[in-house]
């Protein structure tokens, strides 16, 4: 492993391939969406310049679309390990959770048991609560106040009845990053299906579905240096049980669950992302070794570099927040060794979270301000200030700078 300054330097020659990056401005709200590299961007912009039409397959144009349409989907896969059958693209990971899980629970019948995680973002919840209109009893997996969920009591919970387990990857409230292993082998024990939201994750680590051993898995692209759309990984034993909605019930793979026009400006633009990440990976690899023969292993490579760095921003952050009084940090005990993701989210005593908000803003740093989505888990950490928080996320391109800029701002805060 190279040390942090080889990468720093690595990671410092990035940000030029992020217009977003060239002003004043500090990006530090990327759990709500990451910035666009100029690549991507001009591959989204040269598409419908070029190839604005739909798919078919005779005219040149048509089997563009259609070609695009492949690419986009091999990409995702080589991101995440799977096989180019087994993805799906769609609007959102909201829109694509809520698809799936009404396509799964034509499965499942009046009396099955569905768990989630309470530590979930609310596009994780909602479509899996919503199964309970048909009989389906959904309940949640406690989050302990060390952040981190109850798997004690997940074990003590299971039964034969079991039909899925819902967790997020990491939460985008706190950073914490979630034992899937564990879930993924007690789930096994009952046969249950378990489906895994990486949207917070995958922007920041290295993904193997073999490896998680998951039976779906949803990404939001917007949050991996792309356009908005989302992915979702399903198996293809899953896959071939579903009977879908929608006019593409006579494909075979996991694509059979997109509806309607497909967004293709969008697919070039996820096109344009991965090839920035490919390129990413092999400048990396030097640094970190790691074979990147294949567009998957440079993947893979890029994604460890980028966890390598972000791990010593996390760290640099959660020191210098930890040395400010009057804050109320909401994360694990700094005592916890287990890894977490560049999650900043706290309050100021004494302070509203809008105010301290505006002075971040006012301080040209793009902060955010509210719940996040991560509802059920601010109502437990944040009740004293109306179950809301200011929330910092960094990604690779972001800097120690960066961090000490918007750290400075909240000390002046407390020291007012």
Not at 255 to 283: K, Q, S, V
Not at 362 to 377: K, L, P, S
Request: hydrophobic share 45%; aromatic share 6%; glycine share 10%.
């Amino acid at each position: 492993m190279t040390s942090n300054h080889a990468l720093e330097g690595l990671f410092e020659r990035q940000r030029g391939e992020f217009p977003g990056l060239s002003g004043e401005l500090v990006h530090l709200n990327n759990a709500a969406g990451s910035e666009m590299p100029e690549g991507a961007i001009a591959a989204m912009t040269e598409w419908m310049r070029s190839s604005f039409t739909n798919e078919g397959r005779i005219f040149r144009r048509l089997s563009a679309c259609s070609a695009l349409k492949v690419a986009a989907h091999e990409a995702a896969a080589d991101l995440l390990g799977a096989a180019p059958d087994e993805i799906a693209l769609g609007a959102s990971t909201t829109t694509n959770l809520f698809t799936v899980s009404r396509v799964l629970g034509r499965r499942f019948r009046p009396g099955d048991r569905v768990l989630v995680s309470e530590a979930c973002h609310e596009g994780n919840i909602a479509p899996w609560v919503a199964l309970g209109d048909q009989g389906i009893e959904v309940e949640f997996i406690p989050m302990g106040q060390d952040t981190h969920l109850d798997y004690a009591w997940l074990e003590q919970n299971l039964d034969e009845r079991t039909r899925l387990i819902a967790i997020g990857a990491s939460s985008n409230g706190t950073g914490t990053m979630h034992d899937i292993g564990r879930v993924v082998s007690l789930a096994r024990r009952v046969s249950a299906l378990v489906s895994l939201d990486a949207a917070h994750f995958a922007p920041h680590q290295p993904i193997d579905v073999a490896a998680l051993d998951v039976d779906l898995l949803f990404f939001s692209i917007y949050k991996c240096f792309g356009p908005h759309i989302g992915g979702v990984y399903i198996r293809r034993a899953v896959c071939e049980a579903l009977v879908p909605y929608g006019p593409h019930t006579g494909a075979r793979g996991a694509d059979r669950l997109e509806t309607g026009t497909r967004n293709l400006e969008a697919y070039a633009g996820w096109l344009g992302a991965i090839a920035y990440l490919e390129r990413l990976g092999r400048a990396a690899a030097p640094l970190i070794g790691g074979d990147v023969a294949t567009r998957r292993q440079a993947l893979q490579v890029a994604m460890c570099a980028i966890a390598a760095w972000e791990r010593a921003l996390t760290e640099h952050g959660d020191a210098q927040l930890a040395a400010l009084p009057g804050l109320e940090l909401y994360r694990q005990a700094p005592s916890d060794p287990r890894p977490r993701l560049g999650v900043f989210s706290f309050n100021v005593r004494g302070r509203t979270p809008v105010e301290v908000a505006q002075a971040l803003e006012h301080a040209a740093i793009e902060a955010v301000v509210g719940n996040n989505g991560a509802v059920r888990t601010m109502a437990r950490l944040a009740r004293d200030f109306g179950e809301i928080g200011v929330r910092l996320s960094i990604a690779h391109y972001n800097t120690r700078e960066d961090l000490d800029r918007a750290i400075a701002c909240v000390a002046s805060l407390v020291a007012r």
